[in-house]
Nanobody, 121 residues
Framework: QVQVVESGGGWVQAGGSLRLSCAVS????????MGWYRQAPGKQREVVAR???????TYADPVKGRFAISRDNVKNTVYLEMNSLKPDDTAVYYC???????????????WGQGTQVTVSS
């Protein structure tokens, strides 16, 4: 089993900052990628930032220059530092990890339960 648990959401005024955390635990041989996604009411889930292991970090255009993703590979934790928040950033933020559970296993995608971020104008 693999568990993905997010934390750090909340309410903030426009222009403020929040930091999200996501810890991955359980049966893990390797983590190929960790990333953040979000889903606003009435909209599809969209990528915010992705950090492949040994690859290139990418950001969605709306958050470039304002959000920063980082990883602690010892703790199997990924963070999302969100600055200059806007009301359009209001959404449920989800963490996704692409995990290989054993050396011979295929990779699987594991999602957290989501954490609400609300930005008021």
């Amino acid at each position: 089993q693999v568990q993905v648990v997010e934390s750090g959401g909340g309410w903030v005024q426009a222009g403020g900052s929040l930091r999200l955390s996501c810890a991955v635990s359980g049966s893990i041989f390797s983590i190929n990628e960790m990333g953040w996604y979000r889903q606003a009411p009435g909209k599809q889930r969209e990528v915010v930032a992705r950090m492949p292991t040994g690859g290139t970090t990418t950001y969605a255009d709306p958050v470039k220059g304002r959000f920063a993703i980082s990883r602690d590979n010892v703790k199997n934790t990924v963070y999302l530092e969100m600055n200059s928040l806007k009301p359009d950033d209001t959404a449920v933020y989800y963490c996704k990890a692409i995990v290989r559970r054993t050396s011979s296993d295929y990779t699987g995608q594991y999602w957290g339960q989501g954490t609400q971020v609300t930005v008021s104008s």
